[in-house]
Protein backbone atom coordinates (compact mmCIF):
# COMPACT_ATOMS: atom_id res chain seq x y z
CA UNK A 1 0.00 0.00 0.00
CA UNK A 2 1.24 3.41 -0.96
CA UNK A 3 1.77 6.28 1.30
CA UNK A 4 -1.69 8.41 2.39
CA UNK A 5 -2.81 11.39 -0.01
CA UNK A 6 -0.85 14.79 0.37
CA UNK A 7 1.78 12.96 2.09
CA UNK A 8 5.09 13.46 -0.01
CA UNK A 9 7.77 10.37 0.20
CA UNK A 10 11.44 11.18 1.63
CA UNK A 11 12.44 9.96 -2.01
CA UNK A 12 10.68 13.02 -3.15
CA UNK A 13 12.12 15.51 -0.79
CA UNK A 14 15.85 14.26 -1.62
CA UNK A 15 14.96 14.78 -5.64
CA UNK A 16 13.61 18.32 -4.83
CA UNK A 17 16.25 19.08 -2.73
CA UNK A 18 18.65 18.10 -4.92
CA UNK A 19 17.48 19.81 -7.72
CA UNK A 20 16.63 23.35 -5.26
CA UNK A 21 21.07 22.92 -4.76
CA UNK A 22 21.87 22.68 -8.28
CA UNK A 23 19.86 25.25 -9.37
CA UNK A 24 21.42 27.47 -6.89
CA UNK A 25 24.57 26.84 -7.69
CA UNK A 26 23.86 27.53 -11.31
CA UNK A 27 22.59 30.51 -10.32
CA UNK A 28 25.19 31.37 -7.94
CA UNK A 29 27.87 30.49 -10.28
CA UNK A 30 26.91 33.82 -12.49
CA UNK A 31 25.54 36.21 -9.71
CA UNK A 32 28.36 35.88 -7.17
CA UNK A 33 31.24 36.75 -9.99
CA UNK A 34 29.13 39.65 -11.59
CA UNK A 35 28.65 41.07 -7.98
CA UNK A 36 32.20 40.68 -7.13
CA UNK A 37 33.12 42.51 -10.60
CA UNK A 38 30.76 45.58 -10.33
CA UNK A 39 31.29 45.88 -6.48
CA UNK A 40 35.23 45.88 -7.41
CA UNK A 41 34.14 48.48 -10.33
CA UNK A 42 32.81 50.71 -8.01
CA UNK A 43 36.30 50.88 -6.20
CA UNK A 44 37.86 51.86 -8.96
CA UNK A 45 37.34 54.52 -11.77
CA UNK A 46 36.24 52.26 -14.31
CA UNK A 47 32.58 52.85 -13.39
CA UNK A 48 32.84 56.12 -12.67
CA UNK A 49 34.24 56.46 -16.18
CA UNK A 50 31.09 54.10 -17.38
CA UNK A 51 28.61 56.37 -15.56
CA UNK A 52 29.66 59.82 -17.20
CA UNK A 53 30.01 58.01 -20.82
CA UNK A 54 26.47 56.94 -20.51
CA UNK A 55 24.60 59.18 -18.09
CA UNK A 56 23.17 61.17 -20.90
CA UNK A 57 22.03 58.12 -22.45
CA UNK A 58 20.35 56.69 -19.89
CA UNK A 59 18.81 59.82 -18.07
CA UNK A 60 16.39 59.29 -20.81
CA UNK A 61 14.96 56.34 -18.88
CA UNK A 62 15.55 58.19 -15.33
CA UNK A 63 18.74 55.94 -14.74
CA UNK A 64 22.63 56.69 -13.30
CA UNK A 65 24.96 56.05 -15.91
CA UNK A 66 26.06 52.84 -14.11
CA UNK A 67 22.90 51.58 -14.96
CA UNK A 68 24.55 50.67 -18.94
CA UNK A 69 26.42 47.52 -16.87
CA UNK A 70 23.35 46.17 -16.02
CA UNK A 71 21.30 46.86 -19.76
CA UNK A 72 24.89 45.64 -21.28
CA UNK A 73 24.60 42.04 -19.08
CA UNK A 74 21.39 41.61 -19.21
CA UNK A 75 21.40 42.04 -23.41
CA UNK A 76 24.37 40.03 -23.71
CA UNK A 77 24.54 37.54 -20.93
CA UNK A 78 21.58 36.86 -19.82
CA UNK A 79 19.15 38.15 -16.78
CA UNK A 80 21.20 36.64 -13.78
CA UNK A 81 24.15 38.75 -14.78
CA UNK A 82 22.08 41.79 -14.85
CA UNK A 83 20.59 40.97 -11.10
CA UNK A 84 24.14 40.40 -9.87
CA UNK A 85 25.10 44.25 -11.41
CA UNK A 86 21.65 45.42 -9.91
CA UNK A 87 22.37 43.98 -6.45
CA UNK A 88 25.84 45.49 -6.24
CA UNK A 89 25.34 48.91 -7.25
CA UNK A 90 22.78 51.56 -5.45
CA UNK A 91 19.90 51.65 -7.22
CA UNK A 92 16.37 53.60 -5.98
CA UNK A 93 13.12 51.36 -6.45
CA UNK A 94 12.34 53.27 -9.32
CA UNK A 95 15.51 52.87 -11.41
CA UNK A 96 15.50 48.96 -10.50
CA UNK A 97 11.70 48.65 -11.68
CA UNK A 98 12.59 50.47 -14.91
CA UNK A 99 15.44 48.25 -15.44
CA UNK A 100 13.38 45.50 -14.87
CA UNK A 101 10.83 46.68 -17.67
CA UNK A 102 13.34 46.95 -19.62
CA UNK A 103 14.92 43.72 -19.40
CA UNK A 104 11.41 42.10 -19.84
CA UNK A 105 11.73 43.12 -23.38
CA UNK A 106 15.11 42.74 -23.96
CA UNK A 107 17.45 40.43 -22.41
CA UNK A 108 20.19 37.28 -23.48
CA UNK A 109 19.84 39.06 -27.22
CA UNK A 110 22.50 36.63 -28.74
CA UNK A 111 20.94 33.31 -27.63
CA UNK A 112 17.18 34.35 -28.25
CA UNK A 113 17.88 36.22 -31.49
CA UNK A 114 19.41 33.05 -32.76
CA UNK A 115 16.58 30.66 -31.75
CA UNK A 116 14.37 33.20 -33.58
CA UNK A 117 16.10 32.44 -36.59
CA UNK A 118 16.06 29.22 -36.30
CA UNK A 119 12.24 29.55 -36.58
CA UNK A 120 12.58 31.40 -39.74
CA UNK A 121 12.42 35.34 -38.10
CA UNK A 122 14.42 37.87 -38.97
CA UNK A 123 17.87 38.51 -36.74
CA UNK A 124 17.12 42.03 -37.45
CA UNK A 125 13.29 42.39 -36.98
CA UNK A 126 13.84 40.52 -33.71
CA UNK A 127 16.43 42.88 -32.33
CA UNK A 128 14.55 46.03 -33.81
CA UNK A 129 11.27 45.02 -31.72
CA UNK A 130 12.76 43.71 -28.91
CA UNK A 131 15.27 46.89 -28.05
CA UNK A 132 12.85 49.21 -29.20
CA UNK A 133 10.02 48.42 -26.86
CA UNK A 134 12.66 48.26 -23.83
CA UNK A 135 13.56 51.57 -25.34
CA UNK A 136 9.73 52.79 -25.24
CA UNK A 137 9.11 51.02 -21.84
CA UNK A 138 11.65 52.89 -20.18
CA UNK A 139 10.66 56.40 -21.36
CA UNK A 140 7.06 55.51 -20.27
CA UNK A 141 7.64 53.76 -17.31
CA UNK A 142 10.68 56.77 -15.98
CA UNK A 143 7.31 58.83 -16.68
CA UNK A 144 4.78 57.20 -15.22
CA UNK A 145 6.90 55.70 -11.88
Known sequence: MGSPPGSVSLDTLKRGLQSGLEVTWQLARILIPVYFIVTFFKHTPILEIVARLFAPLMGIFGLPGEAALV?????????????GAIVSL????????????????????????????????????????????????????????
Open 71 to 83: LVLGNFVNLYAAI
Open 90 to 145: SLSLKEITVLAIMLSFCHSLPVETALAKKIGLSAVNVIAVRVGLAVLSGIAFNFLL
